[in-house]
Each structure stands twice: as structure tokens, then as C-alpha cells.
């Protein structure tokens, strides 16, 4: 059972330009919502967090916003950089175990 | 390098053949967890220790998979009697004790293709 879903598999965007990823869930357990992104031939690398009792964080250029509604979050980069192309991970968790997304192939245009 | 680290780095074996992973978490972390990759999907957990004491284990781990952290240091996956569903990359992540966020430490990763 696919509990977090991304449903953009890829997103091309100029540099400079707004990075919008997007993710939804469907347990109303999770307490933590997360983004990680990956490059090649490394492991996943933490990037932002959200508990689930805010609806937004702020860290430098990324802000995750968080809708429990309609169990929706959002990133956004702002602005983007050649060095953000990765592969960025929804994930949330619960009882010590993260669910993930399938992941956004993120590609930033010079 | 004080990250995660894990060994060996790709591994390929014939269908039927057992294979050992082995993590090193980071030295000050007591939680160490492991994650399965597949292609075209995020990471899936597979099983969660507090220091020795595996409390955790996904319907995913089989019984041939064990997974060991002897002493509360690092930590061994071992996949017996191998088939060619088990191909996939293999996290490994540590997190330290204190109020759990999600935030883990990822390794590079082991990878498993079974022939």
C-alpha cells in the first residue's frame, strides 16, 4: 500500500526560476513530514522537515508547506540553482519508519 | 569520513547463493535502520534497531532475511538462499537517541544484483 505518493515523476525548471515538488499521503499517523534528495551513487541526504502540527518551514531557499486537509504537502525552491538537480524524496514518518514517495527527478536549466 | 558506511558497495551473486551486508553507523548514533531500493521506487523500510535490540521488522523481511547488531555498533544483513526479486539497493541509515524527527544519516548504499 502506497501510503505517500509523488506523482510528478520528473520537473524541468530554468535557473533562477521557482522548483514546486509535490506530494501526497494518506495516513493521518504521521507525525513528521520530510524531503531528501539524492545524487547519483550517493545515499539520500536529509534537506527539510515539517512536524505535523505546523503547516510551514522555512530554511534558506526551500520551504516545505504542509495542508493536513487534504493531506498535501508541497516543496518549494526558490531560487533554483544548477547544484539542486537531484532526485528529491517525499517521505513521512511514523513509529520509527519513514514512507516514501517514488521520487522527482529534478533537472535545473542554465 | 564519519559518515555511514557500508560494504561492499555492489554485490553480484547467483540465484540461490547466501550474501552479508555489513553497516557502520555513525559512532554516536544507537539507531540504526535498513531500507530496501528498488527501481523507479523510494527507498522501503525493512527493519529498525535501538542499539543491540531489533524492535522492528517490516512484512517485507522474509524469513530469509536476518539482520544482526551485535553489541549495539554495526550491523550485518544477510540474505539467504537468494532469488532475483531480491536485486536492489540496500540502505543502510543511523539516527542518534533523543526525540525522534525522521532525519537519518544514509549510507552510500550496497547493491545487489542476483543472476
Known amino acids: 500500500d502506497q501510503q505517500v505518493k509523488q506523482n510528478s515523476p520528473s520537473l524541468s525548471v530554468q535557473e533562477g526560476r521557482i522548483s514546486i515538488l509535490n506530494c501526497d499521503y494518506t495516513?493521518?499517523?504521521?507525525?513528521?513530514f520530510l524531503w531528501y534528495k539524492k545524487y547519483p551513487a550517493e545515499g539520500p541526504t536529509f534537506l527539510i522537515s515539517i512536524s505535523s502540527i505546523k503547516d510551514k518551514n522555512e530554511d534558506g531557499r526551500f520551504t516545505v508547506f504542509l495542508n493536513k486537509s487534504a493531506k498535501h504537502l508541497s516543496l518549494h525552491i526558490v531560487p533554483s540553482q544548477p547544484g539542486d538537480s537531484a532526485v528529491y524524496f517525499c517521505a513521512a514518518s511514523n513509529d520509527y519508519k519513514l514512507s516514501f514517495g517514488a521520487g522527482t527527478t529534478v533537472t535545473v536549466r542554465a | 569520513d564519519t559518515g555511514v558506511s557500508q560494504d561492499p558497495r555492489h554485490k553480484i551473486t547467483k540465484r540461490g547463493q547466501n550474501v552479508t551486508f555489513r553497516c557502520d553507523p555513525i559512532?554516536?548514533?544507537?539507531?540504526l535502520y535498513w531500507y530496501r531500493q528498488t527501481l523507479g521506487q523510494g527507498p522501503e523500510f525493512l527493519t529498525y534497531?535501538?542499539?543491540?535490540?531489533?524492535?522492528?521488522k517490516s512484512r517485507l523481511l522474509s524469513d530469509r532475511f536476518s539482520a544482526e547488531r551485535p553489541k549495539g555498533s554495526f550491523s550485518t544483513l544477510e540474505i539467504q538462499r537468494t532469488e532475483q526479486g531480491d536485486s536492489a539497493m540496500y540502505l543502510c541509515?543511523?539516527?542518534?537517541?533523543?526525540?525522534?524527527?525522521?532525519?537519518?544519516?544514509f549510507g552510500e548504499g550496497s547493491r545487489l544484483t542476483v543472476l
Open positions: 534497531f535501538q542499539n543491540e535490540a531489533q524492535l522492528e
Open positions: 495516513n493521518s499517523m504521521f507525525d513528521y
Open positions: 541509515a543511523s539516527s542518534p537517541s533523543g526525540r525522534y524527527t525522521g532525519e537519518l544519516f
Open positions: 559512532s554516536e548514533h544507537n539507531r
